[in-house]
């Protein structure tokens, strides 16, 4: 079917668009014409015919748009001056005037303040208030300077810091009642406010009153900048108002927190806990008065009577006491959830104290990392005899006295979080419950440490919180469970408590090894406790209906069953092999014998993987089991005969799982290279100068199984048929030969090499190909290679960079050549019609 119209037709319509093209554009140009007449100052112009094309005249210049309004202009100029004018009569009060002395200019700067205060009503009644702005503030800086020029004409004598606050206070009311009288202007009122601020810290500091009273100062300003910002008209003297008192009262709050954990005895502790107690009612005052601030008002409120009742409790008791009691005043502030309070004031309350909770818990953190973390720094001392005690056990003295109230901390914390539980909203629920559970755990944890129990309690303890960690994680998912968690919280729940199980049997682990006993024991404990739990929580993996939608909670649930029970069965798998090398050990078996033991693991893996099938947990386990092979062969190194034995071994165990047909071809390659692997092990243990007597018919017998199988079936890969047999030949009589002095096996290995390289170029085989290739390439280059040494001693020391050089020249060109080429080909094309 042709689409291209023919050369005339495509002609036509070509002169066509060109044609309404052209008219288009007399008619833009027409239109154009007119405006630009419009524009010009002549006599009036009918406009244009639209078709009629006219001629364009010359583009008419536009006048540049202004960068900046009118009222910016204005705005700038004013305020310009007045700063000018205020540094012109701070200049002329301060430094001086001719000859006039500090009376003769006070006068004078009465006169012009009095003059100044005056000018903004006669120009706010011209509807000048700008300029009113500009002058009313320049007045208010000429009354500061009246009160400098008064303090040194008339009161020399006084107290700096006294005139100062008594100055600031008549200063404040002045502008205060300059600013009601004046409605209009807008600063004076702000700045009797930021004034305000300074009248009662002044007169405490005048008084050489202490940190206490200072702090009351501020506490008195804040009070007044509430009523400020509660009970005034003015917007700027509210804001302003509500701003400073923020400043304010957070500044007494930081004076008297601190004197209240410094404090030495209740009394003292009390005086600053009675600011504290003070600022919590203004603030809760606050929150009830003020819907936008309620949150963060309560929030203060709960977090100062906390401080202020704990700090009173705090000198009586030890340090590690003291935080129970600081706990327990946090947690007190919940009571307010039923009181008639904002939703939002109670939510602060709330906030409060959770953050009470949370800095008790972070105290508290140590303890749980002391009693994870502390038993490995003594595994170094391996079945040397049990310790004196837990914390001797986790490298602790019994001095530490973050042990003492630690437990209690975290249970505490634990049960305000599961209490909690009902009040929270849906969507923090289930951090809620994960986090109780995380701190239950954690108390149980550290209480041997707490108590300095005795070794064996702490071993005990230990396998305690794993084995109830792992119930939880089997109850949360079991179908049947009459009171499990919420669908929405299991997840978080089942997770947090498998990773406490998980760290507890690290803890524990690590913890046992002081004594073979507690070893043995503990390893047993743990491989029942994982193999149980896996089992255990196939119910809830099988108790899903394979149609289940698997975004519904139920299928979620399956899913993060599955596995966790993957992740149980490898666990119980790498406690067997700890088990296995600890019993080796403990009957005086020597290292390469604990090797062929640890071999039992792979072997089991196998035949339970076999056993499982498809079933998901399946593989992990096999996965698992194989890593033991590795940790035989780690056993066995500096024994070149029984690596040997490891590696023959778990070719075995590879070949026999590679008898199942969802694990043939993995297992077959890795059978066949662990078999080729032990080989050449063997030999090299045995000292065998000539390992072809040894390999060759190896090769002849692998060679001829290989060509059977490709006649019988065509699909298999010539790496399948005759790697095996040529590697098992060729890669050991190259190592044997790049050890080797004389000139007779290296040409003999050349020519098989180049023998297998060119059948299997002949018959396009890749395994012959690429392995007889690397050999003859390996080969030449061993023996070429003192020849290349010697000429590049040879060579001069500038050739090696010349010849990168020109490398590198020789590709930009070819680079260039090609960049070129393709140009000229696109030009080309372009020309092409």
């Known amino acids: 079917m042709e689409n291209v119209p023919r050369p005339a037709e495509e002609l036509a319509i070509l002169d066509r668009e060109l044609a309404r093209i052209d008219a288009r554009r007399a008619q833009l140009l027409a239109r154009r014409s ?13 406009p244009p015919q639209p078709q009629a094309p006219a001629p364009a005249p010359a583009a008419w210049p536009a006048a540049p748009a202004p960068e900046t309004s009118p009222p910016s202009v204005q705005n700038a100029l004013l305020a310009l001056g007045g700063v000018l004018l205020a540094i012109a009569a701070i200049a002329f009060t301060v430094v001086s005037w001719g000859s006039m002395g500090i009376g003769g200019r006070s006068v004078v700067l009465g006169s012009v303040t009095a003059a100044a205060l005056a000018t903004p009503a006669l120009l706010l009644r011209r509807s000048l208030t700008a300029t009113a702005e500009a002058v009313g503030a320049l007045a208010l800086v000429l009354t500061v300077l009246d009160a400098y020029a008064l303090y040194r004409v008339a009161l020399p004598d006084a107290d700096p810091l006294g005139y100062t606050a008594a100055a600031c206070a008549v200063l404040a009311a002045g502008w205060a009642a300059y600013g009601l009288l004046l409605d209009r202007l807008r600063t004076p009122l702000p700045a009797a406010v930021l004034t305000a601020q300074l009248p009662l810290p002044l007169w405490a500091l005048a008084s050489g009153a202490g940190q206490l009273t200072f702090a009351w100062a501020l506490l008195a300003t804040a009070v007044a900048d509430i009523a400020i910002a509660l009970w005034t008209r003015p917007e700027p003297a509210r804001s302003v108002a509500g701003v400073t008192a923020w400043v304010a009262g957070g500044w007494a709050l930081l004076i008297a927190g601190g004197l209240s954990v410094t404090a030495g005895s209740p009394l003292d502790a009390a005086r600053p806990g009675a600011l504290l107690l003070a600022a919590a009612a203004v603030a809760l005052f606050v929150a009830v008065r003020v819907p936008g601030a ?13 401080v202020a009742v704990g700090g009173v409790l705090r000198p009586s008791v030890p340090l590690s006491w ?13 009571t307010a959830v039923r ?12 906030a409060a104290a959770g953050s009470v909770v949370s800095m008790a818990v972070l105290w508290a953190l140590p303890s749980v990392a002391a009693s994870l973390l502390g038993p490995v720094s003594r595994a170094g001392n391996i079945w040397t005899g049990a310790p004196g005690g837990a914390r001797e056990a986790i490298g602790t003295g019994p001095e530490w006295p973050v042990m003492t109230t630690a437990p209690v901390v975290l249970l505490i914390s634990a049960g305000l979080l599961a209490l909690a539980y009902g009040r929270l909203p849906a969507s923090a629920r289930p951090a809620a419950l994960s986090g109780a559970t995380a701190l239950g755990w954690a108390a149980v944890l550290v209480l041997p440490a707490t108590l300095d129990l005795g070794y064996a309690t702490a071993v005990a303890t230990g ?16 179908p049947t469970a009459p009171r499990r968690p919420a669908p929405a919280a299991l997840p978080a729940v089942s997770t947090t408590a498998m990773i406490c199980a998980t760290a507890s049997a690290a803890a524990v682990s690590a913890l046992s090894l002081a004594t073979e006993t507690a070893t043995l024991v503990t390893l047993g404990a743990l491989l029942a406790l994982f193999g149980g739990a896996a089992v255990a929580l196939n119910a809830a993996v099988t108790g899903t209906a394979a149609g289940d939608d698997p975004r519904s909670p139920s299928a979620r649930a399956a899913f993060l069953a599955r596995s966790f029970q993957a992740a149980l069965a490898c666990l119980a798998v790498a406690t067997a092999t700890a088990l296995i090398c600890a019993l080796c050990a403990s009957a005086g078996l020597e290292r390469e014998h604990i090797a062929v033991a640890v071999l039992a693991v792979p072997a089991a893996g196998a035949l339970l993987g076999a056993r499982l099938r498809r079933h998901p947990v399946g593989l992990p386990t096999e996965l698992t089991a194989a890593g033991a092979g590795l940790l035989a062969l780690g056993l066995a190194a ?12 778990c070719a075995v165990v590879a070949a026999g799982t590679a008898l199942r047909p969802d694990r043939r071809p993995e297992a077959g390659y890795l059978a066949a290279a662990l078999f080729v692997l032990a080989t050449w092990v063997r030999l090299y243990a045995s000292d065998v100068a000539t390992p072809e007597a040894y390999t060759l018919p190896v090769t002849v017998a692998a060679l001829v199984v290989g060509h059977l199988r490709r006649r019988g079936d065509t699909e298999a890969s010539s790496w399948t048929a005759y790697g095996p047999g040529l590697a098992a030949t060729l890669l050991p009589s190259l190592a044997a030969a790049w050890g080797d002095t004389h000139w007779q096996r290296p040409l003999a290995l050349g020519i098989a090499a180049l023998a297998v390289t060119l059948v299997g170029a002949r ?12 050999v003859l390439a390996l080969d030449t280059l061993h023996e070429l290679a003192p020849y290349i040494v010697q000429a590049v001693g040879a060579l001069p020391r500038w050739l090696p960079p010349a010849l990168a050089g020109l490398l590198l020249l020789a590709v930009g060109a070819t680079y260039e050549r090609r960049l070129n080429d393709a140009r000229r080909l696109r030009e080309s094309l372009g020309r092409m019609r």
């Open 763 to 774: 018959l396009r085989l890749q395994a012959p190909l690429v392995l007889g290739g690397a």
């Open 34 to 46: 007119y405006l630009l007449a419009l524009l010009t100052p002549r006599q009036p112009v009918a």
């Open 294 to 306: 309620a949150f963060a008002s309560a929030l203060v409120a709960g977090l100062a009577a906390t």
């Open 638 to 649: 500096g024994r070149p005969e029984t690596v040997a034995l490891v590696l023959a071994l």
């Open 463 to 478: 396998l305690a919180t794993a084995a109830g960690a792992l119930a939880l994680t089997v109850y949360a998912h079991l």
């Open 322 to 334: 003291a935080v129970v009691g600081y706990l327990l005043c946090g947690a007190a502030l919940l």
């Open 339 to 350: 009181a008639p309070l904002p939703r939002a004031a109670v939510r602060g309350l709330c």
